[in-house]
């Protein structure tokens, strides 16, 4: 049984379209958002008026390029969702997140230099993003992988600075790691914060000792073993810890 005309005239579009799509994606990552509409239908192999046809301006070429990139992640987000534990899943998608955004500066400018956006399909887009991300997020949080006192816009913001993190090595790998270290902060079992805030180091620089609970600098011993901490309190918690650890409370 053949496809009627009609039916076969709108798969070739469909087709023609995401040709186009996808060389303006590439032009983007490339070049920038100087897209030039006959220059994609060149990449593409499709006739010029093929992608006026589907994008008037470059304004919405290019909106359609932002579209299909966030649209892409969100289906990734659903697709850690299924296949994965919920923290697996959480994290999972945040290191595939920044691994994609790699090469994709041109993108961002694109979003924060022009002042006409967000326009109405991307920005409908991005908030199809945020509540993937969100989804993820609770569903870590409730599963106790992820604290419980970082919001979704804690992580859009993280996300961001993880790919610059990403962005400052060369070697993919070494950015790589730099990233899966940065994000175990985010983990409900993170040892830097255990609701007192930061612990230091026993020592500081240049060799003057600190509390090895709290931080705080300690007096200099003259004779004797140097003090660990800085007074009773700080003992008494830091002997709790251990006993907590100890029974795997």
């Given amino acids: 049984m053949t496809a ?10 469909r087709r ?4 186009a799509l996808a060389a303006a994606s590439q032009a983007l990552d490339e070049h920038g958002p100087d ?9 593409a192999g499709v006739g010029a008026g093929t992608v006026y046809r589907h994008f008037p301006s470059k304004e919405i070429l290019l909106e359609a390029v932002l579209v299909q990139q966030v649209d892409d992640l969100v289906e990734t987000a659903r697709q850690w969702e299924a296949r994965s534990d919920p923290a697996a ?11 994609t955004s790699h090469g994709r500066n041109h993108a961002c400018d694109a979003l924060t230099t022009r002042t006409t956006w967000p326009r109405p399909l ?10 993937a991300l969100d989804q993820l997020l609770r569903a ?37 790691r730099m990233v899966r270290l940065t994000l175990e902060s985010l983990r409900a079992s993170s040892f830097v914060t255990e609701g007192r805030g930061f612990r230091y180091s026993p020592r500081a620089p240049h060799g003057a000792s600190r509390c090895a609970e709290c931080g705080v600098r300690l ?31």
């Fill in 140 to 176: 870590a949080q409730q599963a106790g992988g992820v604290r419980t006192d970082v919001t979704v816009d804690d992580v859009a913001a993280f996300t961001v600075g993880c790919a610059t993190i990403r962005a400052a090595h060369r070697d993919r790998n070494g950015g790589t």
């Fill in 219 to 249: 007096k200099t011993r003259s004779t004797g073993r140097p003090a660990r901490y800085c007074g009773a309190t700080c003992r008494q918690r830091a002997h709790r810890r251990r006993l907590g650890t100890a029974t795997g409370s």
């Fill in 35 to 43: 897209l030039s509409l006959d220059a994609i239908a060149r990449q």
């Fill in 89 to 99: 899943a959480f994290f999972g998608f945040l290191l595939e997140v920044v691994e």
């Fill in 122 to 131: 991307l920005a409908a887009s991005t908030r199809r993003f945020r509540q």
């Fill in 4 to 13: 009627a005309p009609q039916d076969a005239g709108r798969a070739d579009a």
């Fill in 16 to 19: 023609n379209r995401r040709k």
